[in-house]
């Protein structure tokens, strides 16, 4: 109601902030609107499809999400991969999703699941 009750036409950014928050709430119905915008507005933009996607997962809409992938495929949307950055001692250091060449990883993964651990048990949902 909020989107429709705007004195102006919503852009991507409102239909992107909607869908975010359909995500937080697990609302399926209201995220599919606000994604099917997005889509119109962004044809080539994979954020919102990846989001809509972990949505459908969510709620255990696997063939959803199958439906949403192989779409994602078809019209030809690339994901870029996950970046982080961090400085230790004026050196930064980056990682990207899935790469397993750096020669420290096998520590780096066991902290990572130390602190995951660590936010879950302070009350943290992914």
């Known amino acids: 109601d909020l989107i429709n009750s705007m004195p102006f036409l919503p852009d991507a950014v409102a239909w992107k902030t909607l869908l975010g928050a359909c995500r937080v709430h697990g609302d399926v119905e209201r995220a599919e609107h606000a994604a099917k915008h997005i889509f119109e507005m962004e044809p080539k933009n994979a954020a919102p499809y990846v989001i809509l996607s972990n949505i459908y997962a969510a709620s255990g809409n696997w063939d959803a999400v199958a439906k949403l992938r192989k779409t994602i495929k078809d019209?030809?949307?690339?994901k870029q991969r996950g970046c982080s950055?961090?400085?230790?001692?004026?050196?930064v250091y980056e990682f990207l999703a899935g790469d397993e060449s750096h020669p420290h990883q096998?520590?780096?993964?066991?902290?990572?699941?130390?602190?995951?651990?660590?936010?879950e048990?302070?009350?943290y949902v992914p």
């Open 106 to 119: 096998e520590q780096i993964y066991a902290e990572l699941g130390r602190l995951s651990r660590c936010m």
């Open 121 to 123: 048990e302070a009350g």
């Open 75 to 78: 019209i030809g949307v690339k």
């Open 85 to 91: 950055q961090i400085e230790v001692n004026g050196r």
